[in-house]
């Protein structure tokens, strides 16, 4: 009997400190159920390394290097899957400190359903829980919010919400087109959030690549680690927010410890001193009624010298999955890691979205985004050869109508083909044939706030040097030139 009252007591000491606890603590996550129909067929005649063979009749080749033509690239079938990227659960919570004054945190970690580790395309979420935005911060409704963690980066933000006339159907399996546009996703495996942590992803292993490595230095879209940030106040309408992340790479990276496509004993080093990667970033806004408009920028130094130092990326097309774009001639830009001295990256965007009343539940939204994306890389040696302005501009086109529970949705982007420079004594560079166009068709029935079905159909055209999966996790593989294509239903509740 004594036993009973000693469990019942503690018990409910431990209920009193949870309902203290769980006043101002959330739980909550997104269940996303996705079964899909992917391929990627029609990819050109690619390439091999030392051939003198010709491009075969009909085979664009004014942007290939010489080599051996083959007429059976490596296209990919239908197939059906499911994919399991978009689940989610976190929490988050307040603490009332006085005087207007908050504390308050979150943190969320991803969730799968269905598709297990080592499952063909690369959609391998199965096995280990990766963090989403987390962070703790204060705030005041006099000065708004600092906060330290990791999360999505102003420029990110404002690609998926401000500028985004279809968020109702859009999420992390079919993915925003124009997360594609960033980066240089068109070439590398593309996709929002990749740029987590460059240093694992340049890093030798299993999971590390030089695509993977590359875009990890070059993604604008992203969900950064160490992030230091501070969100304004609205003021009617009006807000802005600005970031810093200093990221921890090590000042020399040595044979031992890079990717094993770099070049033995490649030191990260320049002159006056090692490598620093950091990003500065802000946006503004504005979002009343049916209008919002913003405006995102980013500035990158030192990302993509420090890819470039731990993994021998070249730029041409025929020189790997770290390519970025084609090379003309017998020869190809290559970036050698070991005299690598620095990098830029700055990023613009620009967009909005309004939505007209039809009355009766009815309404007709419009949406537009354009986006530059500039790169510079720069060698402390004679020897090597500077990359000036690497760039291409972006944009996209939305519509959608909605009425009652139904949503309907189009959208349709384009990325012209990549343009450059280089100054030294070679000058080979050519962006041909590295254009994408795309489209997504999408309907949407919300059974409740919490609850919805969406039916859709996603179409990537890859001109000849290009290989864009379409979508921003778990995407096809798709050889250059290959156009991917996804259609397929997925469950979504909200808890």
Known sequence: MQKKLLAAAVLSAFS??????????????????????????????????????????????????????????ANQGTRTRMNPAGSNFGLRGTEDLGNGLQAWFQLEVSATLGAPSG????????????????????????????????????????????MNANGRSGNATVGLLSNQLGALGQIGAGGAWSGQNEFAACLAGA?????????????????????????SPNWSGFEGRVAYSATNF??????????????????????????KPAIWDFSVAYNNGPLALGYAYERQNDLLAYSAAVSSLGLAGTAGAGAIASGSG??????????????????HRLGG??????????????????????YDL???????????????????????????NHFVALEYARTPEIKGSITGPVNNFNGGGTGV???????????????????????????????????????????????????????????
């Not at 993977?212 to 501070?230: E, H, P, S, V």
């Not at 979205?353 to 500039?374: P, Q």
């Not at 309907?443 to 039916?455: E, L």
């Open 119 to 162: 499952v063909p395309d690369g959609i391998n979420h199965g096995n280990a829980l990766t963090y989403r935005n987390s962070a703790v911060g204060l705030r005041s409704n006099t000065w708004g919010s600092v906060s330290v963690g990791m999360w999505d980066t102003p420029f990110n933000v404002a690609g998926y919400s401000t």
């Open 330 to 347: 017998t020869g190809a830009y290559t970036i050698t890691g070991n005299t690598v001295s620095g990098s830029r990256g700055t990023g």
């Open 250 to 275: 090590s000042d020399a990276v040595t044979a031992g410890n890079q990717n094993v496509a770099g070049a033995a004993g490649a030191v990260v080093a320049r002159a006056g001193g090692a490598l």
């Open 16 to 73: 009193g400190v949870a309902a203290a606890q769980s006043a101002n603590v959330t739980l909550y996550g997104t269940l996303l159920g996705d079964f899909q129909f992917a391929n990627a067929n029609g990819g050109d005649a690619t390439t091999g390394a030392g051939g003198t063979g010709t491009a075969p009749a009909g085979v664009n080749s004014s942007a290939r290097t010489a080599g051996s033509y083959t007429n059976t690239p």
């Open 437 to 495: 166009r795309s489209w997504m068709l999408s309907y949407n029935y919300a059974f409740s706030k919490r609850t919805s079905v969406t039916a859709y159909y996603v179409s990537i055209n890859n001109d000849t040097n290009a290989s864009t999966s379409g979508i921003t996790f778990g995407g096809i593989a798709t050889a250059a030139g290959a156009d991917p294509k996804y259609y397929g239903l997925n469950l979504k509740h909200t808890f």
């Open 378 to 404: 720069s060698y402390s040696g004679a020897v090597n050869t500077d990359l000036t302005n690497l760039r291409h501009s972006s944009w996209r086109l939305q519509g959608n109508w909605t009425t009652g």
């Open 353 to 374: 979205k309004y939505a007209f009343d039809l009355g009766g539940g009815s309404s007709i939204g419009v949406g537009a985004m354009w986006e530059r994306l500039n």
């Open 207 to 231: 999971q590390s690549t030089g695509a993977g490595c590359l875009n990890a230095g070059t993604n604008f879209d992203r969900r950064q680690k160490g992030i230091l940030q501070w969100w």
